[in-house]
């Protein structure tokens, strides 16, 4: 399951192509976690090493280092959200990210609090 | 003798959350919907791609033409950053019905959507209020005036829609941060009686 890195095919090509993303998932089509959502925040875990990972690996890592979530990286990366949330998913599970989220349920009044303030001042 | 107020640990590096929350602006198509995310939005709308789930769940492996058979949908989506550790995003959904089954992907743990109705089109919010009603996800609905549109009662639009009495309801103009900042305030303040309802239900 070694996803070869493309030699060539470089830059924003967006969901057009259709192959390369393929072989980058080693032919997977859906994550393994299931947590992984589009604003899902992920961070890379200090001391994170790029040995071993694949040139789209390597640049999630990167953009990592300071919180962004899947829809961003998607976008910075020019790849669909599927592909980096696969991506993403092998580097959380091995330790090389961290995940942060936050479930509806369990919002507290003084974060909406902030969020009102955040908005009103816009 | 002191009462410490948190129970950091001393020493440690102890750091809030980082807290992302998803909120997503729904409607039909020419709604109005990008420009809404681009209203309130501190960077230019975002455009990313969704396709791999739509080709996941059907990929038979042993026949693999069949994953080059694969659409793409745009979404746009904007940030508004609270503050180092929570930041509001606002995902814009795909406006075409047949997409319906991206919602889930869209939509699951949003804290809260808008429904921007245009009137001349009524017909095209059904699929979100329905989603957003089946799935139990506060919503408030926003009338996006466009100039030369045909003005409606707000009741006449709620009683059109089906939207239940304790859904708000208003009026706006998308291309202003002002009238897209109301919308947003009004979907908080939903979400702050109902957090309010839910302490007050679990204290017994």
Not at chain 1, 8 to 13: E, L, S
Not at chain 1, 68 to 79: D, P, R
Not at chain 2, 186 to 199: G, I, P, Q, T
Request: aromatic share 6%.
């Amino acid at each position: 399951m070694s996803a070869e890195p493309p030699s060539k095919g470089h830059g924003r090509t967006g969901g057009h192509d259709v192959v390369r993303p393929f072989v980058m998932t080693g032919g997977r089509t859906r994550a393994d976690r299931r947590d992984l959502r589009i604003e899902t925040m992920l961070t890379a875990v200090p001391g994170a090493t790029t040995s071993g990972l694949s040139a789209e690996q390597v640049k999630l890592l990167r953009l990592c280092q300071a919180p962004i979530s899947i829809a961003e990286a998607s976008a910075e990366l020019g790849l669909v959200i599927g592909v980096t949330t696969i991506l993403a998913a092998d580097l959380v599970s091995e330790g090389r990210l961290e995940v942060h989220q936050t479930d509806p349920v369990e919002i507290e009044l003084d974060v909406l609090s902030r969020m009102i303030d955040a908005v009103r001042a816009l | 003798m002191t009462i410490k107020h948190d129970d950091r640990p001393a020493g440690d590096a102890w750091k809030p959350r980082i807290r992302p929350v998803k909120f997503v602006v729904a409607g039909g198509f020419g709604a109005g919907k990008t420009t809404f995310v681009g209203a309130l939005s501190e960077i230019p709308p975002l455009r990313t791609e969704a396709a791999m789930t739509t080709v996941g769940a059907r990929v038979d492996h042993r026949r693999g033409s069949e994953a080059k058979t694969t659409t793409t949908v745009a979404m746009d989506f904007g940030r508004l950053t609270v503050d180092e550790y929570l930041v509001m995003y606002l995902f814009g959904t795909p406006g075409q019905e047949r997409f319906g089954f991206m919602w889930d992907d869209i939509c699951t743990h949003a804290l809260g959507a808008v429904v921007l109705v245009d009137t001349d089109r009524l017909d095209q919010s059904f699929p979100a209020v329905d989603y957003f009603e089946a799935k139990d996800i506060p919503f408030v609905v926003a009338v996006n005036r466009f100039e030369g549109t045909t003005r409606h009662d707000l009741g006449a639009v709620r009683d059109a829609l089906g939207v239940s009495p304790n859904v708000p309801m208003t009026e706006c103009d998308a291309r202003h941060t002002e009238s897209a900042k109301q919308v947003l305030l009004l979907l908080l303040d939903e979400l702050v009686n109902a957090a309010r309802a839910r302490a007050a239900a679990t204290v017994v």
